[in-house]
């Protein structure tokens, strides 16, 4: 039992040993292979991580050649690898199998932060840059790969459009801005005008400086005052027809000699007064008239013609034609010319009673020194077809009264007027009109200006404006107003010299005086110059803007710009990319801005600027530069 139990014992040791010894020729046969076979190896692994190295620097290149031929074929992300067209290098998607090596193309996309930097989470999407990976693997003799990456962006292939001349900024469309010749050309602000004006209504002597002695102020103008002898006051005499007194005479006229004229000594308003009789007639024309010349030795001031006047007699049943009485103011003793009267009754039918006294204002006809004739007339026209008559009528109190103006003299010396105040206003952008009322009676008005407070006076000697050294240089309102537009605004005065220039006889005077004039509206001025629409063919990215630009103080300019594919959508926005945000610049130098990223591609482009000034000087820009990627 024992020796059995022992050979069974020796048996299973015998297994065992013979297991282990299996396994460790299991283990260590490899290893003697490997052994024996590690050189090879190691120069296959090397070959394959070579071919894979080159590979994937064979891609980068064509991956830089691909995107600067063209954006549009990298702008996807996915997997890719490289074919061959023709002579072009293009990517198909998915990766190859060549060499013994499996080797793909990954195109993503990058993020930005808001200051540009390139982040993992939380930016945008850059759409001009692309972030591609490079991956070549093999699995003989032992699996491995090799990775690279890189970014490629539009940048490092940039192209760049200029704006700098006037035909250039002619195709724009301008809102209060001008497109000028300055330079090679510039884009200038318009000023918003508004029409002021400066009058001087001469309506009180105070606010003048004048002589006194030449000049006086009267009726709301300044005119030049009468130094000469005082007026005579004068009338015609014997107003009562007092037969004693005489100086009337009568005459006749018509187509009938019987009808006559006489003074009565009673029946009169009251006593005596002048009669005219006509007799009883048809078919004819008969007419008295009273006669009286009177002189006066110079043009009146005043002259009225009083007088009353009476139906005495009329025959019942008996109405001519026309019956009438006149009054008559002639320059000659002939018969008077019925329809040149100063004074006509009403036609006459019956008998009246004395009129009351009727005034007529005869001054303008004497107008002239010279000898008159106050002729007072009764006239009738008989009927046709039946005898009219007999009538008797008559005038009572007539008398003409004058005034005249004497021996006038005036200044011969054109003295002048000039306002106390020295005109000023805020902005004035320029003069633009100068209108007069003027009453120059023969003489004339003339004018000189200064825009220095009155050192130097200017007139216009037809080129230029020049200093004016004696009264004859100088200028009517009609001269001034055609050249004031060239009168220099930099003073922001003017001082106005009116000078009133007679022969001596002539009341020259002046009533009004407006000078017009534009100044900067208070709200200052606002202008607009939106380019004409670039057209790229195709979608771009654009990356940068920049502009020269000049900006006096008080002014500002502000650029917007607007991208898009379908060349009518505009939405001008800023650097944030938002409509309320502008590019701005340097007052005298010019600005520049990056455009974001996520607002930068579109087939068209346009920019916008916005000018403003608060003065008179307009801010202008001279050049507007961008650029972009295909």
Do not use: C
């Not at 009538?391 to 004497?406: L, M, R, Y």
């Amino acid at each position: 039992m024992q020796v059995a139990s022992s050979l069974k014992n020796q048996r299973g040791n015998t297994i065992i040993e013979l297991l282990i010894a299996i396994i460790l020729i299991g283990i260590l046969t490899p290893m003697f292979y490997l052994g024996i076979q590690s050189p090879q190896i190691s120069r296959s692994q090397e070959e394959s991580r070579s071919r894979a190295l080159a590979k994937n620097e064979k891609s980068t290149e064509i991956i830089k050649t691909i995107s600067q031929a063209s954006w549009q074929s990298v702008k996807t992300n996915g997997v890719f690898h490289p074919v061959l067209v023709g002579t072009d290098w293009d990517l198909a998607t998915g990766s190859e199998m060549a060499d013994s090596l499996t080797h793909s193309i990954t195109i993503d996309s990058v993020l930005r932060n808001a200051e540009g930097d390139i982040v993992t989470t939380g930016g945008q999407i850059d759409p001009s840059t692309k972030l591609v990976t490079y991956t070549s693997s093999w699995t003989y003799p032992i699996s491995a790969s090799e990775i690279s990456t890189h970014y490629i962006t539009r940048f490092a292939h940039s192209d760049s459009i200029v704006h700098t001349t006037k035909a250039q900024f002619d195709l724009g469309s301008k809102t209060m801005t001008q497109a000028t010749t300055s330079g090679d050309g510039t884009i200038a602000l318009l000023p918003t005008l508004v029409d002021k004006t400066y009058v001087l209504d001469y309506a009180n002597s105070t606010d003048y400086i004048f002589d006194p002695a030449k000049i006086e102020f009267v009726d709301g103008q300044a005119r030049l005052k009468n130094t000469g002898s005082a007026g005579v006051a004068g009338s015609t005499v014997n107003s009562s027809a007092d037969q004693a007194q005489g100086q009337w005479t009568v005459a006749e006229f018509g187509s009938i000699n019987s009808q006559s004229g006489a003074y009565s000594s009673s029946g009169g308003n009251p006593g005596s007064y002048l009669r005219m009789t006509f007799p009883k007639e048809k078919n004819k024309t008969a007419g008295v008239y009273w006669s009286q010349p009177f002189t006066i030795t110079s043009p009146v001031t005043s002259a009225t013609l009083n007088l009353q006047w009476r139906s005495v007699s009329f025959t019942s049943g008996s109405i001519p034609d026309i019956y009438k009485l006149y009054a008559f103011i002639d320059t000659t003793s002939s018969n008077p010319t019925i329809g040149q009267e100063v004074w006509s009754s009403s036609q006459i039918t019956g008998t009246t009673s004395w009129s009351g006294t009727v005034t007529v204002d005869v001054k303008n006809k004497l107008l002239t020194a010279g000898t008159y004739y106050l002729k007072i007339v009764g006239y009738v026209d008989y009927n046709n077809s039946h005898s009219d008559g007999a009538f008797t009528s008559g005038f009572d109190n007539i008398i003409v009264n004058w005034q005249t103006a004497g021996a006038p003299s005036y200044a011969s010396d054109s003295p002048t007027v000039i306002s106390k105040t020295n005109f000023t206003d805020t902005n004035i952008y320029s003069w633009n009109g100068f209108q007069s009322i003027e009453n120059p009676a023969g003489g004339s008005v003339k004018y000189q200006l200064s825009n220095d407070n009155g050192v130097t006076w200017k007139y216009h000697n037809g080129s230029i404006w020049a200093t004016a050294t004696s009264p004859t240089q100088s200028n009517s309102a009609t001269e001034i107003n055609t050249n004031i537009t060239s009168l220099p605004t930099s003073s922001q005065t003017l001082l106005i010299k009116t000078l009133l220039i007679s022969n001596g006889s002539q009341q020259v005077a002046i009533d009004n005086l407006v000078t017009q004039y534009k100044t900067i509206s208070p709200a200052g001025s606002t202008g607009e110059y939106v380019s004409p629409s670039i057209n790229q063919s195709s979608e771009v990215a654009y990356h940068r803007i920049a502009w020269l630009q000049d900006v006096p103080t008080g002014a500002s300019i502000k650029l917007q710009y607007a991208v898009n594919n379908d060349g009518t959508t505009w939405n001008f926005v800023g650097p944030d990319g938002t409509a309320s945000t502008f590019y701005t610049g340097d007052n005298f130098a010019g600005g520049y801005g990056t455009i974001p990223f996520n607002a930068s591609l579109g087939q068209y482009f346009k920019y916008r600027l916005v000018l403003f000034s608060n003065s008179l000087s307009m801010p202008s820009v001279d050049e507007v530069w961008f650029n972009y990627s295909p």
